[in-house]
Structure formats: C-alpha cells, structure tokens
C-alpha cells in the first residue's frame, strides 16, 4: 500500500525562482533562506519518495476569476510550465502520476469532496518554485520524483475554511493510504506565510502570527480551525490566505508528526518565508 511519509512547506515566491536561476544561494540577501533547505536535502536523499503531492494555489495561470474551483486536482501524465511574466525561465515538464490522481480523485469524491479533475493543468510559480527547492537540478537529480499538483482557492471569495483545508488533507491522506501500489509519498504545502502585495496594507508581515502558526501546525493543527478566514486575512495580510495549503498537507500526515526541521526568515521579497520538514509517525 502507499504510504505517506511526511510533508514539507515552503514559500514559493517568484523571485527565489530567479535567485536559483542565477545561482545567488550564497548571497547576503538569499543566503538566511537557502539555509533552511539542507537539512531536508538530506531527509529526502534518505528517503526518496516516489511522489510528491504538490499542494499549491494556482495563481491565474491554469485557472482565472472567471471559472475558479475550489479544489481542483491534476490527473494529467505531465504538467508543462509557462511565462507568467515574473521573468523565471520556464521549467521542462513535470511527470504525474495519472493513475494515482485518479484514484485521488475517486476516493475524496465518495468522501463527499468535491473535486474539479483537471487532465490539463500548467502548473505555475506555486508549484515550480518548490520542486527547484526540494529538488535542485529537477530532472537532474537522481530522486526526482512524479507529481501531482492539487490547487485551492485563495484568490476569489469565498475561499475555503481553515477547517475544510485540515478535512481535505484528512480525505486526501485517507485516498493515499488506500492507494494497493507499494509507493512513497511526500506531501508539499507551498505559499505563506504572512504577505500582502497590493492595496493600503502592501508588504504586511506578521511575525508573530506566523511563529503560532509553525508551532500549531505541529501540536494542535485543529486549533487553527477556529481562526476566521476574514481573521486569517487581518492576521496574515490579504495572501496570507496561502496558509491553507499547509493546513491542507498537514491534515494528510495524521494525528502525531515529528519536526525534524524548521527555518524562518523574514523578508524574502514581500513576504515571511517558513519552510518546514514534519515526519509521519506510524
Ligand atoms: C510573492 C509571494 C507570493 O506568494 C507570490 O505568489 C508572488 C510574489 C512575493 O513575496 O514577492
Ligand atoms: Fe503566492
């Protein structure tokens, strides 16, 4: 059976896509947060997951205000990346799993999710930004695993609840563990932490919050469901809402999970960056 080995969180902000691209990991600027990653180079060499579940929020790339699902799960055999106009280079195609996002999508169905099955999919900066990350070299490195990429809703209210993002996770571990293949998986939430781009509160960070964020999301991930989306937006600015990816990965890990590590580090770009590493515990 598959099994579901642990999740991971990152920022996927665009200008860490152009610092790979130039090889500025060891800059004053960048170096804080490059440093967070080692250490979960090393769990992944370690463990090599077949497949990475990449929980992302699509940023109007594959899907745009006028048709916007809430859930949305890719069930293609690979994912092409395109310009978004950030000035990244664009990345090779990615390999899924289609079988995999089938039976995904069967099982959360029947669990009464309802999900929109997308056979196309471009995967953009939220998904890119972290393969680079967890991955550097992506096809070129020995591990590289397939992936599936499921996008939330974050960008048009209403978007989903703190409490409906942890149930997700929660059908969406159930879907895996049923899966009959002998596979590895890794579940990545991406996006966060505190940051607004736009509007009177333009590079809002929330230091605070995000640490009580990192340390629930360990302990207690069912006490952040009782945060208000309208909350969530006051608390971690207007994209702040990305946090929901993380409750998402973290509601498919289970009751108990081991931090093997953490990093913080604000600014990067606009925004407070956590990159986390937890492990299942069986
Ligand atoms: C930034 C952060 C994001 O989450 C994003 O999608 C785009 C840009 C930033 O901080 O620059
Ligand atoms: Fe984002």
Redesign the pocket.
Not at 88 to 101: C, R
Not at 153 to 172: C, S
Not at 222 to 245: C, D, H, P
């Given at each position: 059976m598959a099994k579901i080995i642990g999740g991971l969180t990152t920022?996927?902000?665009?200008?860490v896509g152009n610092a790979i691209a130039r090889e500025q990991q060891n800059d004053p600027y960048w170096k804080p947060f490059f440093d967070g990653y080692p250490p979960i180079h090393a769990w992944l060499d370690k463990h090599k997951p077949d497949v990475a579940i990449n929980i992302y929020?699509d940023?109007g790339l594959a899907l745009f205000l006028d048709q916007m699902p809430t859930f949305a799960i890719g069930a293609a055999h690979e994912y092409i990346n395109e310009d978004e106009g950030?000035g990244i280079p664009v990345l090779p195609p990615f390999k899924g799993d289609a079988p995999l996002s089938w039976h995904i999508i069967e099982s959360m169905v029947d669990d009464e999710f309802d999900i929109t099955s997308c056979q196309e999919m471009p995967v953009d900066?939220?998904f890119t930004v972290p393969m680079q990350l967890f991955w550097p070299g992506l096809g070129k490195h020995p591990n590289f695993p397939r992936a599936i990429p499921i996008s939330a809703n974050t960008v048009q209210h209403p978007i989903p609840t703190l409490k409906r993002a942890l149930d997700f996770g929660k059908a969406l571990g159930r879907a895996i563990r049923s899966y009959p293949d002998d596979i590895k998986v890794v579940i990545l939430g991406t996006?966060?932490m505190s940051?607004q781009?736009d509007g009177e509160r333009a590079g809002f960070i929330n230091k605070e919050f995000d640490l009580m964020c990192m340390e629930k999301i360990v302990t207690d991930p069912e006490s952040l469901t009782k945060i208000s989306r309208r909350e969530l937006v006051r608390q971690a600015g207007a994209?702040g809402t990305?946090f929901l990816m993380w409750m998402m990965m973290r509601g498919a890990l289970g009751d108990k999970v081991n931090p093997i590590h953490q990093n913080y580090h604000i600014?990067?770009?606009?925004?407070g960056a956590g990159t986390m590493m937890l492990e299942c515990i069986d």
């Amino acid at each position: 059976m598959a099994k579901i080995i642990g999740g991971l969180t990152t920022s996927h902000i665009p200008a860490v896509g152009n610092a790979i691209a130039r090889e500025q990991q060891n800059d004053p600027y960048w170096k804080p947060f490059f440093d967070g990653y080692p250490p979960i180079h090393a769990w992944l060499d370690k463990h090599k997951p077949d497949v990475a579940i990449n929980i992302y929020n699509d940023h109007g790339l594959a899907l745009f205000l006028d048709q916007m699902p809430t859930f949305a799960i890719g069930a293609a055999h690979e994912y092409i990346n395109e310009d978004e106009g950030w000035g990244i280079p664009v990345l090779p195609p990615f390999k899924g799993d289609a079988p995999l996002s089938w039976h995904i999508i069967e099982s959360m169905v029947d669990d009464e999710f309802d999900i929109t099955s997308c056979q196309e999919m471009p995967v953009d900066h939220g998904f890119t930004v972290p393969m680079q990350l967890f991955w550097p070299g992506l096809g070129k490195h020995p591990n590289f695993p397939r992936a599936i990429p499921i996008s939330a809703n974050t960008v048009q209210h209403p978007i989903p609840t703190l409490k409906r993002a942890l149930d997700f996770g929660k059908a969406l571990g159930r879907a895996i563990r049923s899966y009959p293949d002998d596979i590895k998986v890794v579940i990545l939430g991406t996006g966060g932490m505190s940051h607004q781009l736009d509007g009177e509160r333009a590079g809002f960070i929330n230091k605070e919050f995000d640490l009580m964020c990192m340390e629930k999301i360990v302990t207690d991930p069912e006490s952040l469901t009782k945060i208000s989306r309208r909350e969530l937006v006051r608390q971690a600015g207007a994209q702040g809402t990305e946090f929901l990816m993380w409750m998402m990965m973290r509601g498919a890990l289970g009751d108990k999970v081991n931090p093997i590590h953490q990093n913080y580090h604000i600014p990067i770009s606009n925004t407070g960056a956590g990159t986390m590493m937890l492990e299942c515990i069986d």
